[in-house]
């Protein structure tokens, strides 16, 4: 595994990996043509194995996309990217974040774990860890958290023992 900072290589494979990072979302069309920025504290990219590293206070913004974590690892496989994992230390207060507006009908999906996997090309959410998501008014919480961006469909797991999954419902208002 080659590991290092920025060097000429690094740099175009980062600068290449961003180019990618435009399809990965079913989000608002006009996403997918924003700039992507990535700051961080430090990075490692290993072009063989197609992942890159990010560490420190990390921020990926791309139009309405934010992640927010201590570290974020993307993955890559035939040119495109496949996952991205954010999270915290486990001893961290904060947690992991992401936010973005999926269509022009609907507001923010915001989503807070430990640990947020997004399963690109699948269009998934995974969070696990104090997991909460909120879209719109409706708020799902519990250890376990998987999110069907496309379908909008939430499946909620807790730990067992106490520990239970939550849910608000806000009715939607009537238009009488």
């Given at each position: 595994?080659?590991?290092?900072?920025?060097?000429?290589?690094?740099?175009?494979?980062?600068l290449c990996l961003l180019t990618l990072l435009p399809t990965f979302s079913s989000a608002l069309e006009s996403d997918r043509e924003q700039p992507i920025r990535i700051q961080a504290d430090a990075a490692i990219v290993d072009e063989t194995s197609g992942s890159s590293?990010?560490?420190?206070?990390?921020?990926?913004?791309?139009?309405?996309?934010?992640?927010?974590?201590?570290?974020?690892?993307?993955?890559?496989?035939?040119?495109?990217?496949?996952?991205?994992?954010?999270?915290?230390?486990?001893?961290?207060?904060?947690?992991?974040?992401?936010?973005?507006?999926?269509?022009?009908?609907?507001?923010?999906?915001?989503?807070?774990?430990?640990?947020?996997?997004?399963?690109?090309?699948?269009?998934?959410?995974?969070?696990?860890?104090?997991?909460?998501?909120?879209?719109?008014?409706?708020?799902?919480?519990?250890?376990?958290?998987?999110?069907?961006?496309?379908?909008?469909?939430?499946?909620?797991?807790?730990?067992?023992?106490?520990?239970?999954?939550?849910?608000?419902?806000?009715?939607?208002?009537?238009?009488?």
């Amino acid at each position: 595994m080659k590991i290092s900072r920025f060097s000429p290589t690094h740099l175009r494979f980062a600068l290449c990996l961003l180019t990618l990072l435009p399809t990965f979302s079913s989000a608002l069309e006009s996403d997918r043509e924003q700039p992507i920025r990535i700051q961080a504290d430090a990075a490692i990219v290993d072009e063989t194995s197609g992942s890159s590293v990010y560490k420190g206070n990390v921020i990926i913004t791309q139009g309405t996309l934010e992640v927010t974590a201590n570290e974020v690892e993307i993955f890559t496989a035939d040119g495109e990217v496949i996952q991205i994992i954010a999270k915290t230390e486990s001893d961290s207060e904060i947690l992991a974040h992401y936010q973005q507006q999926i269509n022009e009908a609907m507001d923010m999906v915001v989503a807070d774990a430990q640990k947020i996997t997004y399963l690109v090309q699948e269009e998934r959410l995974h969070l696990s860890g104090d997991a909460r998501l909120q879209q719109v008014q409706d708020v799902f919480t519990g250890q376990l958290l998987y999110y069907d961006l496309g379908r909008g469909i939430v499946n909620l797991n807790s730990s067992g023992g106490s520990d239970r999954v939550n849910m608000t419902i806000t009715p939607k208002k009537s238009s009488r």
